[in-house]
Protein backbone atom coordinates (compact mmCIF):
# COMPACT_ATOMS: atom_id res chain seq x y z
CA UNK A 1 0.00 0.00 0.00
CA UNK A 2 0.98 3.50 -1.03
CA UNK A 3 1.11 5.63 1.90
CA UNK A 4 3.66 7.79 4.55
CA UNK A 5 4.52 6.34 7.50
CA UNK A 6 5.55 7.67 10.67
CA UNK A 7 7.97 6.18 14.00
CA UNK A 8 7.67 6.23 16.44
CA UNK A 9 3.97 6.94 17.11
CA UNK A 10 4.70 7.90 20.47
CA UNK A 11 8.29 9.58 21.65
CA UNK A 12 10.00 10.30 25.03
CA UNK A 13 12.70 12.43 25.68
CA UNK A 14 14.97 14.01 28.62
CA UNK A 15 15.42 18.24 28.32
CA UNK A 16 18.15 18.86 26.79
CA UNK A 17 18.51 15.91 24.60
CA UNK A 18 18.04 15.63 20.63
CA UNK A 19 15.73 13.23 18.84
CA UNK A 20 14.95 12.33 15.40
CA UNK A 21 11.65 12.11 14.07
CA UNK A 22 11.25 9.24 10.82
CA UNK A 23 9.22 10.06 7.73
CA UNK A 24 8.88 7.77 5.15
CA UNK A 25 6.61 8.09 1.71
CA UNK A 26 6.02 5.58 -1.06
CA UNK A 27 3.92 7.46 -2.93
CA UNK A 28 7.08 8.85 -5.72
CA UNK A 29 5.80 13.03 -3.92
CA UNK A 30 8.36 15.27 -5.02
CA UNK A 31 7.18 17.58 -1.83
CA UNK A 32 7.56 16.53 1.97
CA UNK A 33 6.63 18.89 5.06
CA UNK A 34 6.83 18.66 8.70
CA UNK A 35 3.97 20.41 10.69
CA UNK A 36 3.52 21.08 14.44
CA UNK A 37 0.23 21.07 16.26
CA UNK A 38 -0.60 22.32 19.52
CA UNK A 39 -4.37 22.21 21.74
CA UNK A 40 -6.10 24.70 19.58
CA UNK A 41 -2.91 25.87 17.14
CA UNK A 42 -4.03 23.99 14.29
CA UNK A 43 -0.88 22.74 12.07
CA UNK A 44 2.07 24.93 12.33
CA UNK A 45 5.28 24.36 9.35
CA UNK A 46 8.49 24.04 10.57
CA UNK A 47 10.15 22.67 6.97
CA UNK A 48 9.52 22.22 4.00
CA UNK A 49 11.35 20.21 1.03
CA UNK A 50 10.59 20.32 -2.85
CA UNK A 51 12.96 18.61 -4.31
CA UNK A 52 16.29 16.41 -2.96
CA UNK A 53 19.02 18.25 -1.16
CA UNK A 54 17.31 21.39 -0.59
CA UNK A 55 14.60 22.27 2.05
CA UNK A 56 13.09 25.67 3.43
CA UNK A 57 12.20 27.08 6.81
CA UNK A 58 8.54 27.32 7.67
CA UNK A 59 7.05 29.82 10.43
CA UNK A 60 8.43 27.92 13.10
CA UNK A 61 12.20 26.63 12.28
CA UNK A 62 14.04 27.45 15.19
CA UNK A 63 15.18 24.26 17.28
CA UNK A 64 14.59 21.88 14.23
CA UNK A 65 16.52 20.40 11.56
CA UNK A 66 16.06 18.04 8.59
CA UNK A 67 17.95 16.51 5.55
CA UNK A 68 16.75 15.26 2.40
CA UNK A 69 18.97 13.02 1.02
CA UNK A 70 16.54 10.19 -0.53
CA UNK A 71 13.46 11.28 -2.34
CA UNK A 72 11.18 9.01 -0.29
CA UNK A 73 12.42 10.51 3.55
CA UNK A 74 12.37 13.76 4.87
CA UNK A 75 13.66 13.10 8.96
CA UNK A 76 12.95 15.88 11.72
CA UNK A 77 15.31 16.69 14.44
CA UNK A 78 14.15 17.96 17.73
CA UNK A 79 16.87 19.71 18.78
CA UNK A 80 17.84 20.89 22.24
CA UNK A 81 17.26 24.32 21.31
CA UNK A 82 13.46 23.87 20.92
CA UNK A 83 11.58 25.65 23.68
CA UNK A 84 8.70 23.74 24.14
CA UNK A 85 9.26 20.45 22.12
CA UNK A 86 6.30 18.51 23.89
CA UNK A 87 3.84 18.60 20.85
CA UNK A 88 2.22 16.32 17.90
CA UNK A 89 4.53 16.31 15.02
CA UNK A 90 2.69 15.53 11.57
CA UNK A 91 4.70 14.81 8.33
CA UNK A 92 2.99 15.11 5.07
CA UNK A 93 4.05 14.66 1.31
CA UNK A 94 2.47 16.05 -2.36
CA UNK A 95 3.13 16.10 -5.59
CA UNK A 96 4.40 18.98 -7.66
CA UNK A 97 2.96 18.82 -11.30
CA UNK A 98 4.42 20.13 -14.36
CA UNK A 99 4.26 24.19 -14.02
CA UNK A 100 2.68 24.29 -10.56
CA UNK A 101 4.08 24.64 -6.95
CA UNK A 102 3.30 21.59 -4.60
CA UNK A 103 0.62 24.07 -2.47
CA UNK A 104 -1.58 23.77 -5.45
CA UNK A 105 -1.63 20.32 -4.56
CA UNK A 106 -3.31 18.34 -1.96
CA UNK A 107 -0.58 16.95 0.97
CA UNK A 108 -1.05 13.22 2.11
CA UNK A 109 -0.84 12.82 5.98
CA UNK A 110 1.39 10.99 7.99
CA UNK A 111 -0.14 8.87 11.35
CA UNK A 112 1.64 11.82 13.20
CA UNK A 113 4.24 11.06 16.13
CA UNK A 114 3.29 12.39 19.74
CA UNK A 115 6.36 13.78 21.82
CA UNK A 116 6.46 14.64 24.89
CA UNK A 117 9.58 15.77 27.12
CA UNK A 118 9.99 15.10 30.42
CA UNK B 1 -1.15 37.94 3.67
CA UNK B 2 -3.12 34.69 4.02
CA UNK B 3 -5.51 33.99 6.75
CA UNK B 4 -8.01 31.39 7.50
CA UNK B 5 -10.47 31.68 10.06
CA UNK B 6 -12.83 28.85 11.32
CA UNK B 7 -14.70 30.72 14.17
CA UNK B 8 -16.02 27.66 15.31
CA UNK B 9 -13.80 26.33 17.98
CA UNK B 10 -16.21 22.93 18.37
CA UNK B 11 -19.84 22.41 17.60
CA UNK B 12 -22.05 19.22 19.21
CA UNK B 13 -24.82 18.27 17.13
CA UNK B 14 -26.94 14.78 17.96
CA UNK B 15 -26.94 12.52 15.25
CA UNK B 16 -28.43 12.40 12.25
CA UNK B 17 -28.99 16.59 12.06
CA UNK B 18 -27.10 18.66 9.43
CA UNK B 19 -23.88 20.85 10.18
CA UNK B 20 -22.37 23.15 8.69
CA UNK B 21 -19.08 24.34 9.13
CA UNK B 22 -17.51 27.86 8.32
CA UNK B 23 -14.14 28.63 6.86
CA UNK B 24 -13.22 32.62 6.57
CA UNK B 25 -10.22 33.21 4.50
CA UNK B 26 -7.99 36.02 3.52
CA UNK B 27 -5.91 36.64 0.41
CA UNK B 28 -4.38 39.17 -2.02
CA UNK B 29 -3.79 36.96 -4.99
CA UNK B 30 -6.59 36.52 -7.61
CA UNK B 31 -5.15 32.56 -7.92
CA UNK B 32 -5.50 30.29 -4.75
CA UNK B 33 -6.84 26.81 -3.85
CA UNK B 34 -8.75 26.56 -0.69
CA UNK B 35 -8.91 22.72 1.15
CA UNK B 36 -10.96 20.47 3.74
CA UNK B 37 -9.18 18.19 5.70
CA UNK B 38 -10.63 16.12 8.54
CA UNK B 39 -8.38 14.66 11.92
CA UNK B 40 -9.90 11.82 13.10
CA UNK B 41 -9.14 10.68 16.87
CA UNK B 42 -6.11 8.57 15.02
CA UNK B 43 -4.33 12.21 13.90
CA UNK B 44 -3.98 11.60 10.22
CA UNK B 45 -5.31 14.37 8.84
CA UNK B 46 -7.53 13.11 5.37
CA UNK B 47 -7.72 15.00 2.26
CA UNK B 48 -11.64 15.91 1.84
CA UNK B 49 -11.57 18.87 -1.30
CA UNK B 50 -9.76 21.12 -3.29
CA UNK B 51 -11.03 24.13 -4.86
CA UNK B 52 -9.24 26.69 -7.05
CA UNK B 53 -10.17 30.06 -6.53
CA UNK B 54 -11.76 30.16 -10.42
CA UNK B 55 -14.63 27.39 -9.78
CA UNK B 56 -17.16 28.84 -8.21
CA UNK B 57 -19.76 25.76 -8.30
CA UNK B 58 -20.88 24.19 -4.92
CA UNK B 59 -19.70 20.46 -5.01
CA UNK B 60 -21.56 17.46 -3.26
CA UNK B 61 -20.13 14.54 -2.30
CA UNK B 62 -22.14 12.38 -0.35
CA UNK B 63 -23.10 13.76 2.78
CA UNK B 64 -20.86 16.55 2.05
CA UNK B 65 -21.46 19.51 0.34
CA UNK B 66 -19.02 22.53 -0.09
CA UNK B 67 -19.77 26.30 -0.55
CA UNK B 68 -17.81 28.23 -2.14
CA UNK B 69 -18.67 32.17 -2.12
CA UNK B 70 -15.71 34.65 -3.45
CA UNK B 71 -17.66 37.64 -2.37
CA UNK B 72 -17.57 36.99 1.23
CA UNK B 73 -14.23 34.69 0.76
CA UNK B 74 -16.19 31.76 2.56
CA UNK B 75 -15.95 28.50 2.06
CA UNK B 76 -17.77 26.37 4.06
CA UNK B 77 -18.88 22.74 4.60
CA UNK B 78 -21.74 21.13 5.24
CA UNK B 79 -22.77 17.61 6.42
CA UNK B 80 -25.88 16.51 6.11
CA UNK B 81 -27.84 14.00 8.03
CA UNK B 82 -24.55 13.88 10.40
CA UNK B 83 -23.65 10.29 12.09
CA UNK B 84 -21.25 9.21 14.64
CA UNK B 85 -18.03 8.72 12.48
CA UNK B 86 -17.91 12.04 11.34
CA UNK B 87 -17.14 13.60 14.90
CA UNK B 88 -13.55 15.13 14.02
CA UNK B 89 -11.43 18.12 13.80
CA UNK B 90 -12.24 19.63 10.29
CA UNK B 91 -9.31 21.92 8.85
CA UNK B 92 -9.56 24.42 6.48
CA UNK B 93 -6.61 25.40 4.54
CA UNK B 94 -5.39 28.08 1.72
CA UNK B 95 -2.43 28.22 -0.44
CA UNK B 96 -1.53 31.16 -2.85
CA UNK B 97 -0.74 30.48 -6.31
CA UNK B 98 3.32 31.03 -6.72
CA UNK B 99 3.80 30.14 -2.85
CA UNK B 100 4.53 26.40 -1.89
CA UNK B 101 3.12 26.65 1.46
CA UNK B 102 -0.61 25.68 2.46
CA UNK B 103 -1.71 27.85 5.49
CA UNK B 104 -4.13 26.43 8.09
CA UNK B 105 -6.99 27.27 10.07
CA UNK B 106 -6.81 26.38 13.38
CA UNK B 107 -9.82 23.67 13.28
CA UNK B 108 -13.04 23.12 14.48
CA UNK B 109 -13.92 20.62 16.31
CA UNK B 110 -16.90 18.37 15.48
CA UNK B 111 -19.05 16.31 18.39
CA UNK B 112 -21.60 14.01 16.52
CA UNK B 113 -24.14 12.96 19.85
CA UNK B 114 -25.67 9.51 19.07
Known amino acids: DGGITQSPKYLFRKEGQNVTLSCEQN?????MYWYRQDPGQGLRLIYY???????QKGDIAEGYSVSREKKESFPLTVTSAQKNPTAFYLC?????????????????FGPGTRLTVL | AQKVTQAQTEISVVEKEDVTLDCVYETRDTTYYLFWYKQPPSGELVFLIRRNSFDEQNEISGRYSWNFQKSTSSFNFTITASQVVDSAVYFC???????????FGKGTRLHILP
Open chain 1, 27 to 31: LNHDA
Open chain 2, 93 to 103: ALSEAGDDKII
Open chain 1, 49 to 55: SQIVNDF
Open chain 1, 92 to 108: ASSIIGTGRLAADNEQF
